[in-house]
Nanobody
Framework: QVQLVESGGGLVQAGGSLRLSCAASGTIFSINVMGWYRQAPGKQRELVATITRGGTTNYADFVKGRFTISRDNGKNTVYLQMNSLKPEDTAVYYC???????????????WGQGTQVTVSS
């Protein structure tokens, strides 16, 4: 089994910053892509950013220049540094990891439980 545990969400004023973390553990052989999605009330889940094992990143247009994704392969952890936050960034943020298991199966996508980010105006 693979578990993803997120941390770092909370309440912040517009213009502020937060850093999200997501640590994967369990029967992991390797992790290719890790990333973050978000879901606001009444809206569909949307891509925020992804990063490959080699460090190639991809960002949604609405976060370019404000958010930075990074990862520590040795710790199976992905981070999302969020600066210049706006009220429209308010959402539940979910991390994912595309995992190849120790038994060779995969890659399969696993999700974290979600962490609430609220930006007040």
């Amino acid at each position: 089994q693979v578990q993803l545990v997120e941390s770092g969400g909370g309440l912040v004023q517009a213009g502020g910053s937060l850093r999200l973390s997501c640590a994967a553990s369990g029967t992991i052989f390797s992790i290719n892509v890790m990333g973050w999605y978000r879901q606001a009330p009444g809206k569909q889940r949307e891509l925020v950013a992804t990063i490959t094992r080699g460090g190639t990143t991809n960002y949604a247009d609405f976060v370019k220049g404000r958010f930075t994704i990074s990862r520590d392969n040795g710790k199976n952890t992905v981070y999302l540094q969020m600066n210049s936050l706006k009220p429209e960034d308010t959402a539940v943020y979910y991390c994912h990891a595309d995992v190849t298991n120790l038994d060779g199966r995969g890659p399969s996508r696993f999700w974290g439980q979600g962490t609430q980010v609220t930006v007040s105006s």
